[in-house]
């Protein structure tokens, strides 16, 4: 198995709970609530644990919540490596409605990373991406980080000779995709958003995945398409991956299993086709589940072989 790495500049701990309605004004009774490390590259290594591969995951992190958020990972056995700041990671809260089944994600903003602090995560990112066969950057960015920081990264990585994955939204997506990467990972708005556009609709998916590969130097892409599935578009060929049909409880932490399906089997000598297959099957397991629990091996496994 090929050595893989995961980047996450904007970790936080999930604190997950379900109450039984979530009403104004009131005071509302939750049931015990669960403790998960989380942040895009964090979640990947995790589900690629989850999946019986091995990732290490290289994040920034700091104070009280830091030092629990080291402890979450050391339970769940993913090796990883963590970068002192001064800041306080963050905390989200997810909540799930029992009287509707909907799920609230409270997504709280991150520390702010001091110009120092970017610098030295910098300057050991040569080090900490030696010998990987893949480095995986994902999630967003906290105050004080700068939006070419997965370009940056992405540029150390492959001097390293590591295939470098990004999975982000916004200004850093845009950078990192024209800094030449191994795949992305857009859903529609982000594709458009790449190509300058508002809004895609039936054949113009595909031109856009298209025109991104001509222009930015991507191997493939995998275009989410949420429910329906992905798609996936290299220089050769179009596919359209049709996700399997399941009780849908939550979609928090999806994409992260989709990616490390995705990874898992690339790291094992696998093609894309089975590859992106896999991570869809892992992507829609994740959905099985409500609260941020990621993908559970045997149930990607039984939707994979549902959808060959």
């Not at 009280?64 to 990883?80: N, R, W």
Request: a neutral charge; glycine letters at 10%; one cysteine or more.
């Amino acid at each position: 198995m090929k050595r893989i790495v995961t980047i996450t500049f904007n970790p936080a701990i999930d604190k997950s709970t379900t109450v039984p309605a979530l009403l104004p004004d009131k005071k509302i009774k939750c049931a015990v609530p669960a403790f998960q490390p989380g942040g895009g590259g964090i979640n990947v290594a995790r589900a690629i644990v989850k999946l019986g591969a091995a990732a290490t995951a290289v994040y920034l992190a700091g104070g009280h919540t830091g030092a629990f958020f080291h402890d979450l990972l050391e339970a769940e056995q993913v090796e990883s490596i963590r970068i002192p700041i001064k800041g306080i990671t963050r905390e989200n809260l997810i909540l799930y409605d029992a009287s509707t089944r909907e799920q609230f994600l409270l997504d709280m903003p991150g520390p702010t990373v001091a110009a120092e602090e970017w610098q030295h995560f910098r300057q050991q990112l040569e080090t900490l991406t030696r010998d990987a066969a893949f480095v995986v950057a994902s999630g967003s960015l906290p105050p004080g980080i700068p939006p070419d920081a997965f370009s940056v990264t992405g540029s150390i990585a492959r001097k390293n000779g590591a295939a470098f994955v990004v999975d982000t939204s916004g200004e850093p997506l845009k950078l990192a995709a024209h800094s030449g990467v191994y795949f992305i990972k857009p859903n529609l708005g982000e594709l458009a958003s790449l190509t300058g556009k508002t809004k895609l609709t039936g054949r113009e998916v595909v031109h856009a995945a298209q025109e991104v590969l001509r222009q930015e130097g991507c191997e493939f892409l995998v275009v989410s398409l949420g429910a329906a599935g992905a798609m996936v578009v290299t220089p050769k060929y179009v596919h359209r991956i049709q996700a399997p049909v399941v009780k849908k409880l939550g979609t928090v932490g999806a994409g992260d299993s989709m990616v490390a399906g995705i990874i898992t089997k690339l790291a094992a000598g696998e093609d894309i086709l089975p590859a992106v297959k896999y991570g869809v099957a892992c992507g829609t397991a994740a959905t099985m589940n409500t609260g941020t629990t990621l993908c559970k091996k045997e149930d990607a496994d039984l939707l994979y072989r549902s959808m060959e």
